[in-house]
């Protein structure tokens, strides 16, 4: 077994100096032009906001995510997590005031299926509210069939293991594209499925290979259904882009499902981090699931707004008659305090579409941007990592009180303008590019402002 985890670790190791190499090469190749002032993007570019069912709504039903709760002592308490259902009215005007044109939300279903071959009304009525309540404000929902979450009764047929997961899951998501495609909603099929994927195996509900290859058969299939219901749809499956390892990590997938995308979504946040990478290559190499460093924690992930450009290469580079749109980007922090490297929430927002304008300028078709997320909610088992343009503090407040962080300000601005003001220069400048997303950010590097 030692000589065996050596070998991985040699292994890795020896793809780390492969990446050193190719980055200490990249001297000989021309950076991205400068640019001398930015122009505003498109008067039809989609800016938006986004949240999900299960960490935002509360009053949750039995679903696979109420029981790993339940058998994790160490998650926090769901409670009524950020009380989406009762407040949804409030957070949608919140939405609007910032001049979006997009709210992303998730369609539960647990929520909808509460046993099978059975649907409760009063759920239904509450999405028809809550999409209404959108389109009465001036936006337009951007609705997300799968955010991690099945019902209790899918769980006890064995999840993804199950081989008619892929039968049940359709039924379901059939009758939410019947009765909402007339909204001309966006699409997200399945939200980051190889994320989704990690973590269902990882708590033993799932296996690796069947699942990935499920996933791709949902949302090829629901797909194909859109389609026939809503002519000229746009759907994609978004993936949580992995810097440094991006075409390992979700290329498979959408080796599967690339025919299948309207358009390609991305959520990006954190830049390269090469212990974290040593790591995942031993696990990739031994087929174990995908370890985190001990005592890393999210809010800790380097953050490096410039990679952005970079993920938005790829997908250009890769799908390049497809258009981009970036359905997740956010900055987390512990608990709503400032962060200790002094970077806001209004610096990373701003410094973030100054890239997306780059890449723009850059001839690299992004048709939109929804920042993660409109209020802080519950991330997977904590209430710890805040996200939100408004924080709410879950823990201390049982008047669940949405305070506005200094982004409001600014998004609202950059909304207005379609973008930061020609003269904007980031407040931090591109990092050492090993530590950006290597190797196309050392082999094809983008200039500094």
Known sequence: MRSRLRRYILAALAAAASTLLLCAQAPAAPPIRQVAGLSPLDPGFLWGVAASGFQSEGHAPDSNWTRYRAANPGYDELHDSVDFYDRYASDIHLAAELGVRVFRIGIEWARLQPSPGAWDPAAFRFYDAVISSIEQAGMRPMITLDHWVYPGWAVDRGGWRNPGMVDDWLVNMRKVVDRYASHNPLWVTVNEPVAYIVHEARAGAADSAEMLDRVAQAHNTIYDHIHWIQPGAQVTSNVGYVAGSESQVNGPLLDRIGDRLDFVGVDYYFAFDPAQSLLSSIARASGSAMPNMPGAQIWDLPVRTEGIYYALQHYSRRFPNKPLYI??????????????????????????????????????????????????????????????????????????????????GAYTRIVAESGVPADYRPTRGPAICFFVDPPASCLTPVAGP
């Open 327 to 408: 359905v997740e980007n956010g900055m987390p922090t512990e608990n709503g305090r400032p962060r200790a490297d002094g970077y806001t929430r209004s610096d990373h927002l701003r410094d973030t579409v100054y890239w997306i304008q780059r890449a723009e300028a850059d001839g690299i078709n992004v048709i939109g941007y929804n920042y993660w997320s409109l209020t802080d909610n519950y991330e997977w088992g904590s209430y710890t990592p805040r996200f939100g343009l408004y924080t709410v503090d879950v823990r201390t407040d049982p008047t669940l009180t949405r305070r506005p962080t200094d982004a409001v």
